[in-house]
C-alpha cells in the first residue's frame, strides 16, 4: 500500500470470496488517521484495528499481532519479500463474517508508527467486490449496500456518475489532466499521485507553484517529493476543481496500467460511492438530502 504512508502491499493473485448477495443495508463507523481509514473487526477472537483500503488486493494480517496463523498452500508468487500466505481461522467486521479464509501475513508495524495505533490488519478488496460502498467522510460513516437496485438511488440522483474498469483490484477512470489524457485508479488507502515523468509533459499554464510534499514511506524513511495544484481536470468528460498531486516513482503500479492515483484528498471532497458491479462511482454533494435516514 505505497500511498499517504506510501508503501506497496501487493501479493501475485487475488483470492475470490463466493459471497451471496444480500438485500440489506448496514453502515460501519470509521475514523480517519493520518490519511488512513480505521475500523474495527476481529481476527481469530481478537478484536481490534484495521484499516480499511480498496486499492489492497485481499486481507493483510499482521504477524506481529495476530495468532494461530495457519500457512497456507506454498505458492511461490504470495511466498516472498517478507509476505507470507496464510489461513485465518475466522474474520468478522460488520455483518461479514468469514471461516478459513486465505490472507496475507506481514509485519505492517510502519502502518502503527503512522498512526499511532496497534493494529491488526488490512481489508482489501476481496472483501468489499459484492458491494457498493457508500463513504461520508464527514459524519465519518461508511454504508454497505446491495449492489443492484438499492435504495439510495432511488432517493436522490448524484451530482456526478463516473464509469470505470477494473485493472486488477482498482477501478480506473479516463481523465484528462493539464492537457494531457491519462488513466487514474480510484484508492481511499492513498493520497493523488501521478508519474513523476508527467510533471514534464502538462501543459505549464495549468501547473500551479511546484513545491514539495513530506512522504512517509516504508522503513520509516522520509521523502520530499515535487507536488503541485493542476487545472483541467477531467474524469470520464466531467470537469472537476484543480487537484493537487503528488509526482512520484509509479512502476509498482505498472501491472495496473495507469498513470497515477486519486486518493482521499479528491474523494473526501464529496460523498461518494463505489459500485464494483456497475462499475460506477457516484458522488453527491455532503449539503445535498440524500436520504431522509442519516448514515
Given at each position: 500500500m505505497k500511498k499517504i504512508i506510501?508503501?506497496?502491499?501487493?501479493?501475485?493473485?487475488?483470492?475470490?470470496?463466493?459471497?451471496?448477495?444480500?438485500?440489506?443495508s448496514f453502515d460501519i463507523p470509521f475514523e480517519v488517521v493520518n490519511g488512513m481509514i480505521m475500523v474495527e473487526a476481529s481476527v481469530n477472537g481478537d478484536t481490534g484495528t484495521f484499516v480499511l483500503d480498496t486499492g489492497?488486493?485481499?486481507?493483510?494480517?499482521?504477524?506481529?499481532?495476530?495468532?494461530?496463523?495457519?500457512?497456507?498452500?506454498?505458492?511461490?508468487q504470495t511466498h516472498m519479500d517478507k509476505r507470507l500466505a496464510v489461513k485465518v481461522n475466522h474474520f468478522r467486521w460488520a455483518d461479514i463474517e468469514r471461516q478459513d479464509l486465505q490472507a496475507v501475513a506481514m509485519d505492517i508495524s510502519h502502518l502503527e508508527s503512522a498512526s499511532s495505533k496497534k493494529i491488526l490488519g488490512v481489508i482489501g478488496f476481496d472483501v468489499l467486490r459484492q458491494y457498493e460502498l457508500l463513504f461520508d467522510f464527514e459524519h465519518q460513516h461508511l454504508m454497505m449496500l446491495p449492489a443492484k437496485d438499492n435504495w439510495v438511488h432511488r432517493?436522490?440522483?448524484?451530482?456526478?456518475?463516473?464509469?470505470?474498469?477494473?485493472?486488477g483490484q482498482l477501478p480506473v477512470v479516463k481523465a484528462e489532466v493539464a492537457g494531457v489524457k491519462l488513466k487514474l485508479g480510484m484508492d481511499t488507502g492513498g493520497t493523488n499521485l501521478l508519474a513523476e515523468g508527467l510533471l514534464d509533459e502538462l501543459e505549464a499554464a495549468q501547473i500551479g507553484q511546484v513545491g514539495k510534499e513530506k512522504m512517509v514511506g516504508f522503513g520509516h524513511r522520509t521523502h520530499y517529493l515535487p507536488a503541485a495544484k493542476l487545472a483541467g481536470v477531467e474524469l470520464d468528460g466531467t470537469p472537476f476543481d484543480e487537484t493537487r498531486f503528488v509526482f512520484d516513482d509509479l512502476d509498482y503500479l505498472e501491472e495496473q496500467r495507469i498513470d497515477g492515483?486519486?486518493?482521499?484528498?479528491?474523494?473526501?471532497q464529496f460523498r461518494f460511492s463505489i459500485?464494483?458491479?456497475?462499475?460506477?462511482?457516484?458522488?453527491?454533494?455532503?449539503?445535498a438530502a440524500l436520504w431522509g435516514r442519516r448514515i
Amino acid at each position: 500500500m505505497k500511498k499517504i504512508i506510501y508503501i506497496a502491499i501487493w501479493i501475485g493473485s487475488l483470492t475470490y470470496w463466493a459471497q451471496a448477495q444480500t438485500n440489506t443495508s448496514f453502515d460501519i463507523p470509521f475514523e480517519v488517521v493520518n490519511g488512513m481509514i480505521m475500523v474495527e473487526a476481529s481476527v481469530n477472537g481478537d478484536t481490534g484495528t484495521f484499516v480499511l483500503d480498496t486499492g489492497s488486493p485481499t486481507i493483510v494480517v499482521n504477524s506481529r499481532n495476530v495468532s494461530n496463523l495457519r500457512l497456507a498452500e506454498a505458492n511461490p508468487q504470495t511466498h516472498m519479500d517478507k509476505r507470507l500466505a496464510v489461513k485465518v481461522n475466522h474474520f468478522r467486521w460488520a455483518d461479514i463474517e468469514r471461516q478459513d479464509l486465505q490472507a496475507v501475513a506481514m509485519d505492517i508495524s510502519h502502518l502503527e508508527s503512522a498512526s499511532s495505533k496497534k493494529i491488526l490488519g488490512v481489508i482489501g478488496f476481496d472483501v468489499l467486490r459484492q458491494y457498493e460502498l457508500l463513504f461520508d467522510f464527514e459524519h465519518q460513516h461508511l454504508m454497505m449496500l446491495p449492489a443492484k437496485d438499492n435504495w439510495v438511488h432511488r432517493v436522490n440522483k448524484p451530482l456526478h456518475s463516473l464509469r470505470f474498469k477494473m485493472h486488477g483490484q482498482l477501478p480506473v477512470v479516463k481523465a484528462e489532466v493539464a492537457g494531457v489524457k491519462l488513466k487514474l485508479g480510484m484508492d481511499t488507502g492513498g493520497t493523488n499521485l501521478l508519474a513523476e515523468g508527467l510533471l514534464d509533459e502538462l501543459e505549464a499554464a495549468q501547473i500551479g507553484q511546484v513545491g514539495k510534499e513530506k512522504m512517509v514511506g516504508f522503513g520509516h524513511r522520509t521523502h520530499y517529493l515535487p507536488a503541485a495544484k493542476l487545472a483541467g481536470v477531467e474524469l470520464d468528460g466531467t470537469p472537476f476543481d484543480e487537484t493537487r498531486f503528488v509526482f512520484d516513482d509509479l512502476d509498482y503500479l505498472e501491472e495496473q496500467r495507469i498513470d497515477g492515483l486519486l486518493g482521499l484528498p479528491f474523494l473526501a471532497q464529496f460523498r461518494f460511492s463505489i459500485n464494483y458491479r456497475e462499475n460506477r462511482i457516484y458522488f453527491w454533494r455532503y449539503d445535498a438530502a440524500l436520504w431522509g435516514r442519516r448514515i
